[in-house]
Structures are given as structure tokens and as C-alpha cells.
């Protein structure tokens, strides 16, 4: 696509750097349809099918920001880069965790419509070399009458090229979304929309047990912690039945119930 060639239809890819075994239990989260492939050492790519901006006439921007968002503050530390178009700009975003996402425009001419600064904090957020590849990415905020908005994302891919990233072909920034899904498909990509609720449960769970309170879900220390509470549920238990004191049985019962409930959470998840 050079500078003359008319707009594409919106589109966006998210890029994700994690392995696909990773990034497949918060994107199931998000109820799209997407197709997941392997991009390269490190890396994963989402094909989204786009009905929110296809069908709803929401902005393409906007609906991809919010799923990188989502995938970044359910992800366990790795960010998520989304590069988008529609037929008047095209422009990258990054979600990093909790903090603000990072974003840069790109008039459909190429002119670029974002401040430098961002640029800066993407490369640094990304973990990019603050030297050598920030001087790589300065060009695609400058001026450039031969470079329209399409070229300006597939020299951002280029320089991420340097970190691992290698989109499968045929899955370039600024192609129609159907081609895109085609050739994630010739790709082997992976169907997400098809793996049905059992597997969107079972991500749920994957996702809370990669966060803070996964070692108190399984594991040994949660089966430990589950075995104290057993040990101290029981006899309170008993305690109380004798004394016929409804609080303490009420406490023995509750701390029984958590530790039976963990030991059997910890075995079911193990199978």
C-alpha cells in the first residue's frame, strides 16, 4: 500500500508479547471472535474479527484500546500492542498493566498527529533499547510524503522485528480484515470462539491463579493452608456442638468448609 492507494477497510491486530499458551486464557475472557497464532519468539498475535466496528459502527480505536487494556491488567506482566486503521487514520496502542494506555496517530497520508513523548514511553514500556531503537522509531513521527499511514505501521513492526516479533504472512497492518483472517487461518491460527464455555471457565480460573492469590489457590502452600484450617475447623467444630454455642460452630463450620472446599479445588484442577 503506497500513498496514493485508496484507505482500507478499519481493521486492527493485537500484538501480544507472551506465548500463546499465555495470551489464550485472558483473551477467551473478552467473548470475540479471534484467531491466535504464534508472531515470533516471545510474541502472539490476535486476529479479532471486528464486528463492534463492522456491525455496532464503534470506533475501531476505541474497541481495541479497551481489549488491550483487558488483556493487560489480566495478563501476568506482559504488555499488549494494538495497531489499528480505519479509512481516515491509523495509530498503536499499548496497555502495560494498570498504567495509562500509551497511544500515537497517523493521519491516512502518513502525517503523524501524536506528540514525540509518547513515543519515547512506548519504547520504554516495551522494554526497547532507549537509544538504538528509539532513534528507529523517531523517523515515523517526522514528516514523509512517500510513507501514508499503512507504511508507517509496518515500520513500527520492522523495528519490533529486533525483539522477536514475526507476523506469520500475509498478517500486515492496514489489510482488509477478511484477508487478515485468512491468512491467520492458512497460518494454523487458533479459533477461539470454538473452544465453548468449559474452556472460557477454566481460562477464568487460570487467570486468578496466575495473579497474587494463585499460590493460595493451589499448590503447596495452598494445600497447606487449606490442611490448617481443617485441623483448626474440626475440633472448633465439635467445641461448639458440644457447648451448643452457634458462633463457634458457625466459625468451625466455615473454616472446615474452606479447607475441604481448597484440598478438593487444588485435586480437581491437578487432574
Known sequence: MNATSGPSPAGALLLCRAEPTAV?????????????????????????????????????????????????????????????????????????????????????????????????????????????????????????????????????????ARTGLDLPPGIDPGTAPGRLREAALDADAEQLDRLGWKATVRAELDVVEEGPLGPYLRGPRARLLSGVQLAAGVPLLLWGIGRRSGGWSAAGALLV???????????????
Open 257 to 271: 468448609a474452606h479447607g475441604a472446599l481448597g484440598l478438593a479445588y487444588d485435586r480437581l484442577r491437578a487432574s
Open 24 to 160: 489464550r486464557p485472558p483473551a477467551l475472557l473478552l467473548r470475540e471472535r479471534l484467531l491466535l497464532a504464534p508472531a515470533g519468539a516471545g510474541w502472539s498475535v490476535l486476529v479479532p474479527e471486528g464486528r463492534p466496528w463492522q456491525e455496532d459502527g464503534e470506533p475501531v480505536e476505541r474497541v481495541v484500546t479497551g481489549w488491550a487494556t483487558a488483556l493487560a491488567v489480566s495478563a501476568a506482566g506482559w504488555p499488549v500492542l494494538a495497531l489499528w486503521w480505519d479509512t481516515g487514520r491509523a495509530g498503536l496502542t499499548l496497555a502495560s498493566g494498570f498504567r495509562r494506555p500509551v497511544g500515537y496517530t497517523w493521519l491516512t497520508d502518513g502525517t503523524p498527529a501524536g506528540e514525540d513523548e509518547a513515543v519515547r514511553t512506548f519504547a520504554e514500556r516495551l522494554g526497547l533499547d532507549p537509544v538504538l531503537d528509539v532513534q528507529a522509531l523517531e523517523p515515523l513521527t517526522r514528516p514523509d510524503p512517500e510513507a501514508d499511514a499503512a507504511t508507517r505501521l509496518l515500520g513500527l513492526v520492522a523495528v519490533l
